[in-house]
Each structure stands twice: as structure tokens, then as C-alpha cells.
């Protein structure tokens, strides 16, 4: 009974603000959606996640890619940093000294190969060796080895067929999205991207030539004819405007899909052991607490 009424009393003070308390601004640091501005996106971010008070205003502030986001963590410039369910475990087992402090359920969301609008053939081609992948358990097999208890053990090298005489598709991976998207200590693009495309290049009998760039580039890549695809750009089931994908670009099918988010933060000094009690009363300051 007496967690019932400890859990009520949080459902009620996250619904109706306490008179005179001062709003509160907590602000999440993600990778760039490219389809989307910082003021739109928190507003539909506010809308869809954020809990029911008006003593907390969301705002969202874009990065290029991951290095610039951990650095914003340390800094202050952000509360927590927002990634996909697999790459947050990654960077927690990598960094002690992060630790996750909000788990959301995005309702579907996955990540796909992204292609000039102008080439429909290599986009469908793409898609249809992800079906073939995913119908005999490739894709299964793939996310087993390299996804896995992420970040515990380093991935294995991954080799690319050649064929004489056959076409390159130059793909552009980011490193940006661990281990999804990997890069070795040295900057050499590894894991599970590299096992996917080299899967795919085997299966069309083309040739892949990576190359490296940060996420915040992925569209000027493909507009600038320097890339032919673009490792992931990020899907949200069912939507009709899509925030990461925009005018000028078409992508695959999905080849990786997850359903949750994870905020991460620096790791606080909690002050002894937790409760719900503490939590109840200092919700605002536990959610946005450096």
C-alpha cells in the first residue's frame, strides 16, 4: 500500500505543477536530423515523450556527430545525450562514467541505406539483398555477432569481395552510431556496417569502397556525387514526414530496427541509497541533474 500511494503521489506530481515553482529547461543533445530544425523537432519531442507538466520545457540541440555530443555532455552545454537503445549500451560499457537515466519507447523506429533521388535501380537493389538477408537469417546472424553485448569486445576485421570488372558503390559510414556504425581506434570503419555492406556487395557482385564522414554530412555526400549511398539515415515507422530524411534522398528498407531510446548523463552522486521517496519529491531535478 505504501508504494501505491508513493507512485500515485509521482503520477500527481508529474501532472499538476505545485504553485510557484520555477519551469524548468532540460536540454538533450542528439546527432542531426536532416530533415528537421532544432525548434521543430523539440516541440514534436515534447509532444510525443516528455511527461505532462508544465514545469518542464524539452529542448533539443542538434550535433554532427558523436565526439561533439560527449563533448557537450562534459561541458554542461546538455543534460543528456539521446541515442538508440544498443548504441547507448555501447557507450556505457566503453565510458564508466556514464549511466542511463530514461528509457523511451519510440513506437518503431530503424535505420536504412539512404541514395540520391535519381537512383532508384541502386536503392532497389540494396533493398531487395536486405530481404534476402533478412529471409535467411543473415541480418539475424550479423546483429548476433557485432551487436551483441556492445561495446565489451572489439569487432573483427570484415573483408570485401572483388570482381574484376564489376561496378563500385562508394559508401559513405559515419562512425557515429556504435556499434551500428563503427569505427575502429585507428578511423578504419568496421563492425557491423563494413559485415553489411560487404554482405550486400557480394550479393549484386559489385564492388564497395567506403568512406569515412560524420553524420551531419550525409545528404551533401550524396548531392555532391562524392558517395553513391550513405550507410543509415534514420526511419520512423508509419510516419508520413520523416525528420532525418530529406527533399533529394530515398532510402532502402530498414536493416536494423530498434524500439527504444536511452537518455545517458554523467554519473551523479545519488547521496546514499535511492528511493522512490527521493524520486517522488525531486522528479525535475533527477531528470535534468547533470
Known amino acids: ?3 501505491f500511494l508513493l507512485t500515485l503521489s509521482l503520477l500527481i506530481s508529474l501532472a499538476v505543477p505545485s504553485a510557484g515553482l520555477e519551469k524548468r529547461v532540460i536540454t538533450l543533445g542528439m546527432l542531426e536530423k536532416l530533415n528537421s530544425t532544432e525548434e521543430s523537432f523539440s516541440q514534436e519531442w515534447q509532444k510525443s515523450f516528455a511527461p ?3 514545469l518542464l520545457e524539452v529542448r533539443v540541440k542538434f550535433f554532427p556527430n558523436l565526439n561533439a555530443l560527449q563533448m557537450a555532455l562534459s561541458a554542461g552545454e546538455i543534460n543528456h545525450i539521446v541515442l538508440p537503445e544498443v548504441s547507448a ?3 556505457m560499457n566503453q565510458n564508466p562514467e556514464y549511466e542511463s537515466v530514461l528509457v523511451l519507447h519510440s513506437g518503431g523506429m530503424g535505420l536504412a541505406f539512404g541514395f540520391r533521388a535519381d537512383n532508384q535501380e541502386l536503392c532497389s537493389k540494396f ?3 536486405i530481404g534476402q538477408m533478412r529471409s535467411d537469417w543473415t541480418l539475424s546472424a550479423l546483429e548476433g555477432m557485432y551487436l551483441a553485448s556492445a561495446g565489451k569486445n572489439p569487432p573483427k576485421p570484415v573483408g570485401f569481395a572483388k570482381f574484376d570488372g564489376a561496378e563500385t558503390v562508394r559508401a559513405a559510414v559515419t562512425g557515429d552510431l556504435p556499434p551500428v556504425d563503427f569505427m575502429a581506434d585507428d578511423g578504419t570503419p568496421a563492425g557491423f556496417s563494413t559485415a553489411v555492406l560487404a554482405e550486400v556487395g557480394k550479393r549484386l557482385g559489385v564492388n ?4 569515412s564522414i560524420e553524420s551531419g554530412a ?3 555526400a550524396l548531392a555532391s556525387g562524392r ?3 550513405v550507410f543509415w539515415y534514420e526511419v520512423v515507422k508509419g510516419a508520413e514526414n520523416q525528420p532525418d530524411i ?3 534522398v530515398i532510402v532502402s528498407v530498414p536493416y536494423y530496427e530498434w524500439e527504444k531510446f536511452i537518455h545517458l548523463r554523467k554519473k551523479v552522486d545519488k547521496g546514499g541509497s535511492w528511493s522512490w521517496n527521493i524520486f517522488s519529491r525531486d522528479f525535475l531535478d533527477f531528470y535534468i541533474h547533470n
Open 246 to 248: 530529406p527533399e533529394g
Open 127 to 129: 533493398s531487395e539483398a
Open 89 to 91: 549500451e555501447y557507450l
Open 218 to 220: 550525409r545528404s551533401s
Open 208 to 211: 564497395i569502397e567506403i568512406m
Open 227 to 229: 558517395a553513391d549511398v
Open 52 to 54: 505532462n507538466n508544465e
Open 1 to 3: 500500500m505504501k508504494k
